[in-house]
């Protein structure tokens, strides 16, 4: 996997038409640290100590098969009200117009019950119609009980239309092969189609 780009601007995305999986959730969420744990990199997108930080699309090359373009996190509470709208610029734009979109990974806290922004995310993919996959980020944070009932939760909450709902880690790589899967059957049929 290689880094691409950043973009700010539709003009900035690929243009070769390789399918895409998006990276989308709030911010502090492990998104950049999913990416490396699939990149089985250290560094190769970085993490924030700092929530809020990435207001840009990143975009990852993986080979001839696809990219990866992660959006950046919404749900801070300390940001400037501009670049919040700055936010929903680029996340709007994302959506709204991503012929190569095969996939929406959708990620949310293991933790936590799924927040205001979550749901509309969740709104908005169920509008726009997008398949998408919720990965329940941090499971190495939670005992196997605990795991088990905040998976039936999201299954049965905002993961009712997913294709599947997937517990990882990338602290100890908990579903990491099984999200490669998904990833990988989403964009291979999106090239045959
Ligand atoms: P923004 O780019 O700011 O939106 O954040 P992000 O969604 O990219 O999150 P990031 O990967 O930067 O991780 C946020 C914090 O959560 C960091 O302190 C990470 O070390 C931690 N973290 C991320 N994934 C995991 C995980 O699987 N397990 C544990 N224990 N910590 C994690
Ligand atoms: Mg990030």
Redesign the pocket.
């Known amino acids: 996997m290689t880094f691409v780009g950043s973009a700010v601007r539709r003009e900035q995305f690929p243009r070769d038409g390789l399918p895409e999986v998006a990276f989308l ?1 709030r ?8 990416l490396n744990a699939l990149a089985r990199s250290r560094n190769l997108a970085r ?3 700092q ?4 207001q840009t699309v990143n975009f990852f090359r993986v080979d001839n098969e696809m990219y990866l373009a992660d959006l ?2 919404y749900g801070y509470a300390r940001v400037p009200e501009a670049v919040r709208a700055g936010w929903e610029q680029i996340v709007t734009t994302y959506l709204t117009d991503r012929a190569p979109l095969a996939l929406c990974l959708f990620l949310v806290d293991s933790r936590h019950e799924p927040s205001k922004g979550d749901a509309t995310l969740h709104e908005w993919l169920d509008h726009f119609g997008f398949p998408y996959v919720i990965a329940a ?2 499971a ?2 939670l005992g196997r009980a605990e795991l088990t009932k905040r998976m039936k939760a999201l299954r049965e909450g905002i993961g009712r239309t997913a294709r599947e709902v997937i517990a990882v ?3 100890d790589r908990t579903g990491i092969e099984e999200l490669w899967g998904a990833m990988r059957r989403a964009t291979a049929a999106a090239t045959h189609e």
């Open positions: 959730g911010s502090n969420v492990g998104k950049s640290s999913l993490v924030s100590a929530p809020g930080r990435t950046p996190g980020t941090k190495d944070k880690s990338a602290e």
